[in-house]
């Protein structure tokens, strides 16, 4: 089984035009990679057999009559009730996560939202999904993950993002799809990958139409 070593989400449509335009994933070609399917389809990544991880925003509920510069970081969104939200398996062929047709679908039964996760900023969007079930090996495999101390590609080597952003070539019908990218503007500090920007992300491929994916912070 191949490694990712990152970890890539999209979300809604206003962000997910930075996650999409890519090829098609071949079948059982990221068993990490699920769609987390609630008021908006996000993508995640398989962390152990009933755990993933996904952005926040993706299982909270913002709550707008709270102005940004008076809110406190809890005061501001709510979390999703479990059943707005489905795992699904990017396992297999020809599953359409809008449809669900063909689909492997999990239930959540617990969420974790980062604590410092500020919905106004998008600072901190981490999330944690506990699934109610277990995944077996035909239905998902965890994310291979580096050590600690282990080497990190550098700027010049190529990556590839998978996900269920939207794309405009089938809108309607979410597949999982792959791009490849490379790390651009990070530096390497004490075995840790840290931006050199504005924080949010640690990889970015240029901007060609929807090209340009936004990682794990």
Request: with cysteine; aromatic share 6%.
């Amino acid at each position: 089984m191949r490694c990712l070593l990152e970890i890539t989400f999209s979300s809604a449509r206003k962000i997910e035009k930075r996650s999409v335009g890519g090829r098609k994933a071949e079948k059982d070609e990221f068993p990490w990679t699920v769609a987390v399917s609630g008021p908006i389809v996000c993508s995640g990544a398989l962390i152990s057999d009933h755990h993933v991880l996904t952005s926040a925003h993706c299982a909270i509920k913002r709550i707008y009559g709270v102005p940004c510069e008076e809110a406190t970081l809890v005061s501001s969104y709510e979390k999703l009730p479990f059943e707005d939200i489905v795992v699904i398996s990017g396992m297999g062929e020809g599953c359409s996560v809008d449809t669900k047709d063909g689909c492997k679908v999990f239930n959540v039964k617990d969420m974790f939202i980062h604590p410092k996760h500020n919905p106004c900023t998008g600072d901190y969007d981490i999330a944690l999904l506990e699934l109610s079930s277990s995944m077996n090996s035909q239905q998902g495999l965890p994310i291979c993950m580096p050590k600690e101390d282990e080497d990190i590609p550098t700027s010049r080597n190529r990556m590839t993002s998978s996900g269920f952003g939207y794309n405009p070539e089938h809108p309607g019908e979410r597949y999982l799809e792959a791009l490849n990218l490379t790390m651009e503007g990070i530096e390497r500090t004490r075995a840790r990958i840290i931006t050199k920007s504005r924080g949010k992300s640690i990889c970015t491929v240029r901007l060609y139409w929807y090209g340009l994916v936004k990682c794990i912070d």
